[in-house]
């Protein structure tokens, strides 16, 4: 998708917490982002190491929590994995699934000093 | 000002505004961003000998704030007020830890430590549509924010029902595009105001753009509001801007496959329009695979095929959107404002008896 879009919208909320609690320097960022989220893990990391360059957060180590894909699937009426956002259900292979877990794209915590 | 995407910042121009300006921040990135003056400040920094020194902004509208402040050439303020833009602090120059944000500071103790943020990554952007959102339900107001390829017939399809509307309600309409005003010319032409915004390098509309857009506009109650968006199958479907229904606008001189090559925009809209349908007799477009596949993204979509040139099936849109007009009015008459409305009303009735 836009990870550069989505690398500044860490990077704003990092900074914003690292402000007010007064730190110095931010270690480690923990970002959840689902796989059902469109979003490539590798190229959030390229950006974020991009954005970051020369701010609080600069060296920063970044850490990405994958959160697996669910989805409600109407007619089996139950939860099922899911890989991609428009797939079929793996039990009955209708496509009139609803994701419900996996769609995240969260900052988790960050460390800092 | 674009707040999420790093796609164009501070190109953002809105039609008519004040003035732009350049910030150079403590790290070097460099934002120009235009602002009107209605928040106009001014402050006056007396010389603190140690470099960090708080002091106090009035506003013109009698709010204020205070904020620390160190000058090593560069400074940082935060301002209490929605449409807020933040400056992140000069990393050099002296920290005060009584009056800066850390409160307090034990020596010799590592201040290292696990903050917990939980937070949505566009959950700034989020926070400005659930505002729109908030303002165009009070207000009963029904936004459509209109999405597609470029070149599918957005605008034409956008001037064809606000001539089948414009009779029957207020409306007006926000044009994003990259550069020109063609777009909103096109609109105004028709006789409803229109705002363009242009977004520079920036790749679609957010939720800032938009609130900006509403002062500008002054939408009337119970009005019909037309978001088009920049012509972009990827990124606006992750942006909310506060519209009741994004709308995904098909062309049938695109491929069938779009909604499987662009999945995201698909399940975002509630509704599609499959666009130019009075081409189909001269394509090899296979309408009924198109929606099939549209549905297959996004089993609840509601689909209705139109030519916007030649107006075959306009008139199913254009009940679609009477009937969501009326579900907007509908709303409003709950809306606590509505409510105190009519307890003004009810009170100014008994002490004229």
């Known amino acids: 998708?836009?990870?550069?879009?989505?690398?500044?919208?860490?990077?704003?909320?990092?900074?914003?917490?690292?402000?007010?609690?007064?730190?110095?320097?931010?270690?480690?960022?923990?970002?959840?982002?689902?796989?059902?989220?469109?979003?490539e893990p590798e190229a959030l990391r390229f950006c974020f190491e991009a954005v970051t360059h020369g701010g609080i957060a600069h060296g920063a180590a970044l850490e990405i929590v994958a959160v697996p894909g669910s989805g409600w699937c109407m007619p089996c009426a139950a939860t099922v994995p899911m890989t991609e956002s428009f797939g079929a259900c793996p039990q009955c292979g209708s496509y009139q699934v609803q994701p419900t877990g996996g769609t995240e794209m969260r900052v988790k915590e960050i460390e800092i000093e | 000002m674009c707040t999420v995407c790093g796609c164009g910042e501070g190109e953002v121009k809105i039609e008519g505004d004040g003035h732009a300006h350049t910030h150079v921040h403590a790290d070097g990135t460099v934002h120009t961003h235009t602002h009107e003056h209605a928040d106009e400040h001014a402050h006056a920094h007396d010389d603190a000998p140690l470099g960090v020194h708080s002091h106090t902004h009035h506003h013109a509208d009698g709010r204020e704030h205070s904020h620390a402040h160190s000058h090593d050439g560069e400074h940082v303020h935060t301002h209490g007020y929605e449409g807020e833009h933040q400056h992140q602090p000069a990393l050099g120059g002296d920290l005060d830890y009584g009056?800066?944000?850390?409160?307090?500071?034990?020596?010799?103790?590592?201040?290292?430590?696990?903050?917990?943020?939980?937070?949505?990554?566009l959950s700034k952007n989020n926070g400005y549509a659930a505002k729109n959102r908030h303002l165009f339900d009070d207000r009963g107001i029904f936004a459509l924010n209109l999405v597609s390829s470029p070149g599918s017939g957005k605008t034409t399809l956008l001037v064809k029902t606000i001539e089948l509307l414009k009779d029957q309600?207020?409306?007006?309409?926000?044009?994003?595009?990259?550069?020109?005003?063609?777009?909103?010319?096109?609109?105004?032409?028709?006789?409803?105001?229109?705002?363009?915004?242009?977004?520079?390098?920036?790749?679609?509309?957010?939720?800032?753009?938009?609130?900006?857009a509403i002062e500008r506009l002054q939408p009337a109650d119970e009005s019909l509001f037309l978001i088009e968006n920049v012509g972009n199958l990827v990124c606006p479907a992750a942006f909310d801007l506060g519209e009741h229904h994004k709308v995904a606008i098909l062309s049938v001189t695109e491929g069938e496959d779009k909604p499987l090559k662009y999945p995201d925009m698909f399940r975002a809209a509630d509704i599609m329009l499959l666009n130019k349908c009075d081409l189909l007799p001269y394509l090899e477009f296979d309408a009924d695979l198109a929606e099939a596949n549209a549905r297959q993204v996004n089993p609840n979509l509601t689909v209705f095929r139109v030519s916007a040139t030649r107006g075959e099936g306009m008139s199913a849109w254009i009940d679609w959107i009477t009937s969501g007009?009326?579900?907007?009015?509908?709303?409003?008459?709950?809306?606590?404002?509505?409510?105190?409305?009519?307890?003004?009303?009810?009170?100014?009735?008994?002490?004229a008896k």
Do not use: F, Y
Not at chain 1, 11 to 37: H, P
Not at chain 2, 171 to 181: F, K, L, P, R
Not at chain 2, 337 to 347: C, G, I, Q, T
């Open chain 2, 169 to 212: 309600v207020a409306i007006c309409v926000v044009e994003g595009d990259q550069q020109t005003s063609n777009d909103a010319e096109r609109i105004r032409a028709t006789g409803v105001p229109a705002l363009q915004i242009n977004t520079g390098k920036g790749c679609h509309l957010d939720g800032h753009m938009v609130g900006h």
């Open chain 1, 1 to 39: 998708m836009h990870e550069m879009s989505l690398a500044e919208g860490v990077l704003q909320l990092v900074e914003d917490t690292a402000q007010r609690e007064g730190a110095q320097r931010v270690k480690l960022v923990v970002l959840e982002i689902g796989q059902l989220s469109s979003v």
């Open chain 2, 99 to 121: 009056n800066g944000p850390a409160r307090a500071h034990v020596p010799g103790m590592s201040q290292a430590r696990m903050v917990q943020i939980e937070q949505d990554i």
């Open chain 2, 325 to 351: 007009l009326e579900a907007q009015r509908g709303k409003r008459s709950e809306t606590v404002d509505a409510l105190k409305r009519r307890v003004v009303e009810l009170e100014r009735q008994l002490a």
